[in-house]
Every structure is written in C-alpha cells, then in structure tokens.
C-alpha cells in the first residue's frame, strides 16, 4: 500500500472506515464550487463509524455539541476558553489544543464561533485551521452566521484537498439548541448534506437551500426577518404600556392572532420579566445585520426596516449592552421614549 494512503486510513489519526467509505465517492456532486470530484458515500453515519470534532462551545454550540454525546458519538472539542467546554469534558469529550488536531482526531467536524474572522482562523489558518489538520474525505459543517462568499470560499479550498464543506446556519436561539429544535440552513452538495442527517437531526431541522453560501443567504434573511419582527413586538409593548393596557393581558391576547410570532413566544415572557440573559447576543446579531447590510449593498438593495434595526441594535452596543440579550431591544425603545415599563 503506497505510503500516503496509509497516512490516510491510519486508524489512529481518523476513523477508517469512514474513510474508506468517503474515498469510495459514490454519487457526482450537485455543487459547482465542488466540481471536480463527487460527494461521499450513502453509508449510514453512526457513532460506531464517524468521530465527531467540535469548534465552539459558547451559548448555543455547547449544547449542540451535548446532544451529538449523548448520541453516543466520540467527540473531541476546542474553544478558546477552556471553562465554557468543561460541561462537554464531564460528559466525555476530549478537549484538543487547536482546531488542526481536533480535525486530526475527527471525521467531520463542526465550527459554531462568532465572527467571520473567527471562522476564517478556526478553519483556513494554513498552521493551526481545522483544514490542515482534515485528513482526505472528511467534511468541515461550519454553523456560524456568517459571508456567504467566506462560504464559498472554504468549500473551494476543502475541495482543493479532497475534503467537504457545508455552510450550515442556524436558528432558534438558546432554547432551541437545548431542545434540539433548531432550523438548519445548509448550502453545498446535497448528498453531503443527506449523508450527514443523522447528526443534524440531533440538533433540529435540516433545510437544503442550495450551493455553498446559499444556507447563509438563507440564514441572513432569517435575520433581516427576525429584526423587523423584534422592533414590532418592543414597539408594540412600549404602545401598549403608554396608553395603560396590562401589558402582559395585550401580549396574550394577540399572540393567538395574526400579530403572533416566535419573538412573542420566545422573547415575550424574558422582557416582561425583564431577563435579558443571551439566547443570541446583541453584538453578533449587530454583526448579522451588518454582513446583510452589505449584502444589500453589493445586490443593489434597499431594506430601510433591516437599516433602522441595525442602528438601534447599535446603540444598545453604545450603551455597553452588547453582551445582552436581543430582546434588549426594549432599552432602546424605553430610551428613545424616556419611559422605563415595570412589568412586575
């Protein structure tokens, strides 16, 4: 057996027999950012077959990492801060001191971090990045909010070493990571991404929205609709409060009408409680609106809705309220109105 190839299906380094499976290439990709060889095999992925690595353990990636161990699935972890892992450790994940080794030790590894900067260093740093240490076959499923061109971008150079990418975006906050329940947006080949179902369904509802970058399209436009939705529900209870309703009757009554949404059902009960913990903190969502904005600007496209959300959004970050909640939203509207609702 030539030397390079067992560097490749070296047990020690990598599962190998995902690796067998993933070199077989059984079906032509539907990607053309990966055109120039096919996707990996149909074979079920199981916890006797595929080790599972982990970048990012804050908020939301702890506990999806948590269900893929619970799943029975050998994981190995990164974060830059150690602490925010530790619940991950006790459960039986293995912690790697750079990205590149969990990728040494896994066959499909999976980054939820916070800006595109982070993801650009967490998966192409030439040294330390998850792609220099990915061993051929394996896959990179990035579920950070971020550019789709920094999507395509990765999918390219995981191709250029035999290796897979998916962009996969996701949404339904704190809550929905714990329960499982969280929309996933993916982009890239679609047999990747059905060969992968088994670990997304841990982790919510897969939705293929197309080529590499296509889930973060996807998952921006989600952003753009949550804002506007956020400013209606804060400005629909700064209404209420003024002109004397019992605020919490007012959103009990029209969450079962057409005014109804996630943000009421989600955030509704935080900020009458005024909890505003992050389920998604205001400075990445500031980051979210700031890649559409660009967006926008680059397609020609004027969303005055998504620019007014933005600059509220910023001024919560101004006020040093960037690690909150975004459902702090209502502190900049009880500013704007010089008002403060005592719920309770």
């Known amino acids: 057996m030539p030397l390079l190839l067992r560097r490749y299906l070296s047990p020690s380094v990598v599962s190998s027999s995902f690796l067998r499976r993933s070199m077989a290439y059984s079906s032509i990709s539907t990607d053309p950012i990966n055109p120039s060889y096919s996707s990996i095999s149909t074979d079920p992925i199981n916890p006797s077959n595929t080790?599972?690595?982990?970048?990012?353990?804050?908020?939301?990636?702890?506990?999806?990492?948590?269900?893929?161990?619970?799943?029975?699935?050998?994981?190995?972890?990164?974060?830059?801060?150690?602490?925010?892992?530790?619940?991950?450790?006790?459960?039986?994940?293995?912690?790697?001191?750079?990205?590149?080794?969990v990728a040494s030790q896994s066959d499909v590894v999976f980054s939820i971090v916070g800006y595109p900067s982070d993801v650009r260093n967490v998966l192409l740093d030439p040294n330390s990045g998850a792609l220099s240490g990915l061993r051929k076959g394996g896959v990179l499923v990035d579920m950070t909010t971020s550019e789709p061109s920094l999507a395509e971008e990765i999918a390219k150079s995981a191709s250029s070493v035999h290796c897979f990418s998916i962009d996969a975006p996701v949404s339904g906050g704190d809550l929905g990571a714990?329960?499982?329940?969280?929309?996933?947006?993916?982009?890239?080949?679609?047999?990747?991404?059905?060969?992968?179902?088994?670990?997304?369904?841990?982790?919510?509802?897969?939705?293929?929205?197309?080529?590499?970058?296509?889930?973060?399209?996807?998952?921006?436009?989600?952003?753009?609709?949550?804002?506007?939705?956020?400013?209606?529900?804060?400005?629909?209870?700064?209404?209420?409060?003024?002109?004397?309703?019992?605020?919490?009757?007012f959103l009990e009554a029209i969450s079962t009408g057409a005014a109804g949404s996630k943000s009421i059902d989600l955030y509704g009960d935080r900020?009458?409680?005024?909890?505003?913990?992050?389920?998604?903190?205001?400075?990445?969502?500031?980051?979210?609106?700031?890649?559409?904005?660009?967006?926008?600007?680059?397609?020609?496209?004027?969303?005055?809705?998504?620019?007014?959300?933005?600059?509220?959004?910023?001024?919560?970050?101004?006020?040093?309220?960037?690690?909150?909640?975004?459902?702090?939203?209502?502190?900049?509207?009880?500013?704007?109105?010089?008002?403060?609702?005592?719920?309770?």
């Open 271 to 344: 900020i009458m409680k005024r909890d505003f913990d992050p389920g998604f903190y205001v400075n990445h969502f500031v980051k979210d609106l700031g890649i559409c904005l660009n967006e926008c600007q680059r397609m020609g496209l004027a969303l005055p809705g998504l620019a007014l959300a933005q600059q509220l959004y910023l001024s919560l970050k101004a006020h040093g309220q960037g690690d909150l909640g975004t459902q702090a939203l209502i502190l900049a509207l009880e500013r704007l109105n010089n008002v403060k609702i005592d719920f309770y």
């Open 178 to 249: 714990k329960n499982g329940k969280l929309s996933i947006f993916t982009g890239g080949d679609e047999t990747t991404v059905k060969r992968l179902d088994p670990l997304f369904s841990l982790m919510g509802k897969v939705n293929f929205m197309g080529t590499s970058g296509k889930g973060q399209f996807a998952k921006l436009g989600n952003q753009i609709t949550i804002a506007s939705t956020m400013l209606g529900l804060v400005e629909g209870i700064i209404y209420a409060h003024k002109s004397g309703l019992d605020v919490k009757k």
């Open 51 to 101: 080790k599972i690595g982990w970048i990012g353990t804050g908020v939301m990636g702890r506990s999806m990492c948590g269900h893929l161990i619970r799943a029975g699935y050998s994981v190995t972890v990164f974060n830059r801060t150690i602490s925010k892992a530790q619940t991950l450790l006790d459960m039986g994940a293995k912690l790697a001191d750079s990205p590149s080794s």
